[in-house]
């Protein structure tokens, strides 16, 4: 039995740790007590307890590699480092050849996850994508491909011609297994309005999550903080995914990231810091009762800020990724890769066990 | 009752730990009940939810050192291309440029330079008493214990000299681990772990007041770090005269000791650790400069109330590939935001402006 003698120092967290115990759901105003709340090792102690029950002293982590096919896009969210118009100097787009070629630099290492994803880019066919999946499959045969967020999905669909059902079902057969949790941002009209406008509304963004997970396809979950939205619109956020993950139960893990404003039309905003970062984790691992996973992405917060969230509720710290693009064009001052020892010698010098998963959370050897 | 949670109740209930229970602590506890236990004690040491910060500047004054640390990429030996001893003319604008900022300090410290006499530190301390309305923070022991013995002359009369130039305080820089077995690996020619401790000792009858660090994450062993807060401790006791103790993590890029990099939850450990075991020190400080914004944020929860300086310019730690730089506006936004109150002291923590 784990037990939690803690006192804390804000006294309000008492009716939170009492359902806590006894396993009763949070709702929104816990959420925001929480958010609201400075005892940064109660709500540790609180995210703890839901982990230990859950996952023990495990942490888990993926052998990975990240493919950025292109970064020319439509949508050109004010948030996003990464994008650019077609025709600007550094605008690129990978050919299939390319790809083959960026996949065959590393075919040597034990690689289990491709996470790929791109920009909405007007110049790439529906085959494209297909093809795309197919040299994926073709080279790496034994990894699962993580790939297009429900943005892009929602943009293959167009671009096909086919209804949601339809492309995923093509996806799929060409080779498609997860769907990375991007895209959903921060589920606020007013926070599209200012920030991403082009993109598609949260009810699209769920409703192809649905159709994905009725497909049998697994996916993630995330959640852009540290920008322009409130903490109701942080914990409206969070009860959206998990009345989802209620209905179809096909969300793997959630994953909070910490928006990076270097290079970015936002860049006037101060980055995160760590209590809000830590405080996202443990939230997230209260609120989500029926998510079993809770990412510490390392390369959003740092490996040093990661290592300490395995205490605040995560369980997992995304990959031994190299040449992470996206977060670092906006600034991020995290490792561009870590390698396994690294990352197996974060998890063990914090006293935890690191075990290496698949995609799926089994675990590898 | 085991061992470990016999040791957490001592703790919690205020009561002075010893050397087995600290390292006790320090190999099982697990990371949230040393959080607990060290934000407790900081609590009782430090009610008000205050978080200080110092604005000033650390100046190298040479860096051409005898010494050759293993794990100092600061140093140059005589002779190198890249040596210097500082001209009056930079010390000058570095001072006015601290001054200007807001500063009200500086810390001065250099390598082991034969070729300066006692009579060149004299000289640079009244020049810049004579020139600017700052307190000098200079000379860690090492420094002293190098001038002492280069002068022929006791670590007590060598301070009173300095003292009577304008030295304001000494900082604790130095000490590394302060057991010689370690330092011997280390830092060879360096003054031993009693002569440190002898410095200080010296220093603080004659009045002054210093404080006290240490550099782990090398060569020395867990028990290695104990017993260096336990010589603190010990010396402490007997004179009162640390205002505070400073952890930090060896750096190992471009330095000969080749080491895993200590992670940050080793260093919270640790810190709490050192806020638990020294009751007789009133402050705690963060180390920024090896830790980032994150972790230092994270360090007020695990024993810190002081995140020291705001670092015009850190030369030393600087040359060993670490590029953390925290301006004070930002200080204080991370203070701020982890619920404390924001505020810059003197060198002897006391609160010169709120914010
Ligand atoms: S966040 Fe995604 S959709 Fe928005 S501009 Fe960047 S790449 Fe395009
Ligand atoms: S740490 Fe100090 S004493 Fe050692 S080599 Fe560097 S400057 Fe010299």
């Known amino acids: ?365 | 009752m085991n061992k470990l949670d016999r040791t957490i109740e001592k703790a919690a209930s205020n009561e002075r730990i010893d050397f087995t229970e600290a390292f006790t602590l320090l190999n099982e506890a697990e990371l949230l009940k040393l959080a607990e236990l060290a934000n407790k004690k900081r609590q009782r040491l430090n009610p008000e939810p205050v978080v200080t910060f110092v604005v000033d500047r650390n100046i190298n004054y040479t860096n051409i050192c005898i010494s050759g640390c293993l794990f100092c990429a600061f140093y140059c030996p005589p002779g190198h291309a890249d040596a210097y001893v500082i001209s009056k003319k930079e010390l000058k604008e570095k001072i006015e440029e601290t001054l200007s900022l807001g500063g009200t300090q500086i810390l001065l410290q250099g390598g082991l330079n034969p070729s300066l006499s006692l009579d060149y530190y004299i000289d640079l301390l009244k020049f810049i008493k004579d020139n600017f309305p700052v307190h000098i923070h200079g000379f860690s022991p090492p420094e002293i214990a190098f001038i002492a013995e280069k002068s022929s002359m006791s670590f007590e009369d060598t301070i009173n000299k300095l003292i009577d130039a304008g030295l304001g305080s000494i900082p604790g820089g130095g000490a590394e681990i302060l057991v010689d077995e370690i330092r011997e690996k280390i830092s060879p020619n360096k003054c031993s772990a009693n002569e440190w401790i002898e410095v200080m000792e010296a220093a603080h009858k004659c009045g002054l007041r210093t404080t006290a660090t240490m550099m782990f994450g090398h060569m020395e062993k867990p028990e290695h770090i104990i017993e260096h807060l336990m010589k603190i401790r010990n010396l402490q006791d007997n004179t009162g005269g640390f205002t505070a103790f400073i952890p930090w993590t060896f750096q190992p890029d471009n330095t000969r000791i080749k080491v895993e990099k200590t992670t940050s939850v080793e260093y919270l450990r640790v810190l709490a650790v050192s806020r638990l075991f020294l009751d007789n020190i009133q402050n705690i400080q963060a180390s920024w400069v090896t830790q980032g914004d994150k972790i230092v944020q994270t360090a007020l929860v695990f024993g810190a109330n002081d995140l020291g300086s705001t670092m015009i310019e850190e030369n030393v730690v600087a040359a060993a590939g670490v590029k953390f730089r925290l301006p004070k506006e930002e200080m204080i936004r991370l203070i701020r935001e982890a619920g404390y109150k924001a505020a810059q002291r003197d060198c002897f923590y006391n609160i010169i402006k709120p914010h």
């Open chain 1, 1 to 365: 039995m784990i037990i939690m003698k803690y006192s804390f120092l804000d006294k309000s967290l008492y009716e939170i740790k009492d359902k806590v115990v006894s396993g009763e759901r949070l709702g929104f105003v816990d959420g925001i007590a929480l958010y609201k709340s400075n005892d940064l090792i109660g709500i540790g102690y609180l995210a703890d307890y839901v982990r230990r029950k859950l996952h023990g002293k495990k942490a888990f982590y993926v052998y990975n590699q990240h493919l950025n096919f292109t970064n020319i896009c439509l949508n050109r969210c004010l948030f996003c480092a990464f994008s650019r118009d077609d025709g600007e100097k550094d605008a690129f787009a990978l050919s299939i050849d390319d790809v083959r070629s960026r996949l065959m630099e590393r075919i040597n290492e034990p690689v289990r996850e491709l996470h790929v994803v791109g920009g909405l880019n007007s110049s790439l066919s529906f085959d494209y994508y297909i093809e795309l999946l197919n040299t994926i499959k073709e080279v790496r045969p034994d990894s699962t491909i993580k790939a297009f967020t429900a943005v892009e999905i929602d943009y293959i669909a167009r671009i096909g011609g086919l209804s949601i059902e339809k492309t995923i079902a093509r996806l799929k057969k060409a080779g498609l297994e997860m769907i990375p949790g991007g895209g959903a941002e921060v589920m606020s009209n007013r926070v599209r309005k200012k920030l991403f406008p082009r993109k598609i509304d949260s009810n699209r963004w769920l409703e192809i999550m649905e159709a994905l997970h009725s497909a049998g396809l697994t996916s993630n979950a995330t959640m852009l903080y540290g920008h322009i939205e409130t903490l109701d619109e942080r914990v409206d956020h969070l009860m959206k995914l998990r009345e989802l993950q209620d209905k179809t139960g096909g969300f793997a893990a959630f994953i909070p990231l910490a928006f990076h404003s270097q290079n970015t039309r936002l860049s006037h905003l101060p980055g995160t810091t760590a209590f809000d970062d830590l405080k996202n984790i443990a939230l997230a691992r209260l609120m989500l009762d029926n998510f079993s996973h809770i990412k510490a992405y390392w390369v959003m917060i740092g490996e040093r800020l990661a290592q300490v969230a395995l205490s605040f509720g995560a369980d997992d710290l995304d990959g031994t990724i190299i040449e992470e693009k996206i977060t670092h064009m906006a600034g991020a001052k995290s490792a561009k890769g870590l390698s396994r020892a690294q990352i197996e010698y974060l998890i063990s010098s914090a006293g935890f066990t690191p075990v290496e998963r698949d995609s799926f959370y089994g675990k590898i050897g």
